[in-house]
T-cell receptor, first 113, second 114 residues
Framework: ELKVEQNPLFLSMQEGKNYTIYCNYS?????LYWYRQDPGKSLESLFV?????AVKQEGRLMASLDTKARLSTLHITAAVHDLSATYFC?????????????FGKGTHLIIQP | NAGVMQNPRHLVRRRGQEARLRCSPM?????VYWYRQLPEEGLKFMVY????????ESGMPKERFSAEFPKEGPSILRIQQVVRGDSAAYFC????????????FGQGTRLTVV
């Protein structure tokens, strides 16, 4: 069974600081996604990572994937208040018969002025 | 190009009633996924469908839950004889392909069982 663990689960940080959210998963995966969710809203796709060493950046967010370590990171640079949200990583595995994504519990990020 | 459309956005049902949740995928998408999200939790995969076929229902409870994606019309997630534990947000996602393609999520249906 594929397990996905995110840490930290809660993060309060000040504007202007840098921080990293970690996503570990338990078995081989062929795709990893990062999503953002605002309270009461749907999920917004941030990044799709498909290969070892993949790195993608959008604004103040950068995601990377190390398939050998089964680890993805979401790095936040010079945080701003608008980035406050819950961030989920989700992992897909096509070989185990489960076609859906397995989500982590999410990281609740609060960025204070 | 409208995104994934789910309705209703909010649904209140009494215990024992039936709940029907609808999902219209994005135009051109033939793959639909249903997920359930409990408060303060991540999403849990329920079922994956293509037109007229259930491909993977490994995340569906064995009883009371069913899903369909007919040739015409939206995908339906049906919950019979709802119980309080069914209260959750139910999200639908669609994609153009299956592996290595991006899935887009709808706004969700928040089901409350009273």
């Amino acid at each position: 069974e594929l397990k996905v663990e995110q840490n930290p689960l809660f993060l309060s940080m000040q504007e202007g600081k840098n921080y990293t959210i970690y996503c570990n998963y338990s078995t081989t995966s062929d795709r990893l996604y990062w999503y953002r969710q605002d309270p009461g809203k749907s999920l917004e796709s941030l990044f799709v990572l498909l290969s070892n060493g993949a790195v993608k950046q959008e604004g103040r967010l950068m995601a990377s994937l190390d398939t050998k370590a089964r680890l993805s990171t979401l790095h936040i640079t010079a945080a701003v208040h608008d980035l406050s949200a819950t961030y989920f990583c989700a992992v897909g595995y096509s070989g185990g018969g489960a076609d859906g994504l397995t989500f982590g519990k999410g990281t609740h990020l609060i960025i204070q002025p | 190009n409208a995104g994934v459309m789910q309705n209703p956005r909010h649904l209140v049902r009494r215990r024992g009633q039936e709940a029907r949740l609808r999902c219209s995928p994005m135009k051109g998408h033939s793959h639909v996924y249903w997920y359930r999200q409990l408060p303060e939790e991540g999403l849990k995969f329920m079922v994956y469908l293509q037109k007229e076929n259930i491909i993977d229902e490994s995340g569906m409870p064995k009883e009371r839950f069913s899903a369909e994606f007919p040739k015409e019309g939206p995908s339906i997630l049906r919950i019979q004889q709802v119980v309080r534990g069914d209260s959750a947000a139910y999200f639908c996602a669609s994609s153009a392909g299956h592996l290595n393609t991006e899935a887009f999520f709808g706004q969700g249906t928040r089901l409350t069982v009273v």
